[in-house]
């Protein structure tokens, strides 16, 4: 069983619309959590570090949730742009290894 | 900005030869981890270094090594090739190791087929 969990999608979302989508990760001890966004056959690119307090990265919010384990990612107003694969990730150890999910895919369509 | 630089960008070889794949961290960043991404799959820890000091392990073959050198670059040397290995290898630096260690910023990896 992988350590984060991810529903693989895809999301097909209208141009405009909000989508949301969630991770979970198993290991009580992850310190750091993050989401990253992988265009097909290119590196992962990060978006936003995922704060206890929940953070927003304009159309972009995160929100974590220690109690429940899983962390959550919502796009709003979302662009054909924001098709891609989002990686939730996780930081478990001080010394930095992250540990991924298998990816959500969003397609936007116009 | 300046990002993490990979070389070779791709790269192709026979089962059982060597390859040695290149990363140049973000300038000022100390870390640099290696992952590797098979088709149709989320990147696997293989590495790190902190330092030039080997500082994570994770699954990476006992076929492969790496070091990180002075200038904080890094090479991971892959010998006696096999078709498995065939995946997209990324190299991501951060800086600071440890409890203090920040975002890894990945580069645009390498892709290695073995035939």
């Known amino acids: 069983r992988k350590e984060v969990e991810q529903d693989p999608g895809p999301f097909n979302v209208p141009e405009g619309a909000t989508v949301a989508f969630n991770c979970t990760y198993s290991?009580?001890?992850?310190?750091?959590f993050f989401w990253y966004r992988q265009d097909c056959r290119k590196e992962p690119k990060l978006l936003m570090s995922?704060?206890?307090s929940g953070n927003e990265d304009g159309r972009f919010t995160a929100q974590l949730n220690r109690a429940s384990q899983y962390i959550s990612l919502l796009i709003r107003d979302s662009k054909l742009s924001d098709s891609a694969t989002y990686l939730c990730?996780?930081?478990?150890?001080?010394?930095?290894?992250?540990?991924f999910g298998a990816g959500t895919q969003v397609v936007v369509t116009p | 900005a300046a990002g993490v630089i990979q070389s070779p960008r791709h790269l192709i070889k026979e089962k059982r030869e060597t390859a040695t794949l290149k990363c140049y961290p973000i300038?000022?960043?100390?870390?640099v981890y290696w992952y590797q991404q098979g088709p149709g799959q989320d990147p696997q820890f293989l590495i790190s270094f902190y330092e030039k000091m080997q500082s994570d392990k994770g699954s990476i073959p006992d076929r492969f090594s790496a070091q990180q050198f002075s200038d904080y670059h890094s090479e991971l040397n892959m010998s006696s090739l096999e078709l498995g290995d065939s995946a997209l290898y990324f190299c991501a630096s951060s800086l600071g190791g440890g409890t203090a260690a920040y975002e890894q910023y990945f580069g645009p990896g390498t892709r290695l087929t073995v035939t």
């Open positions: 990730v996780a930081r478990t150890d001080s010394w930095g290894k992250l540990q």
């Open positions: 300038p000022r960043h100390d870390t």
């Open positions: 290991n009580s001890a992850s310190q750091s």
């Open positions: 995922v704060y206890s």
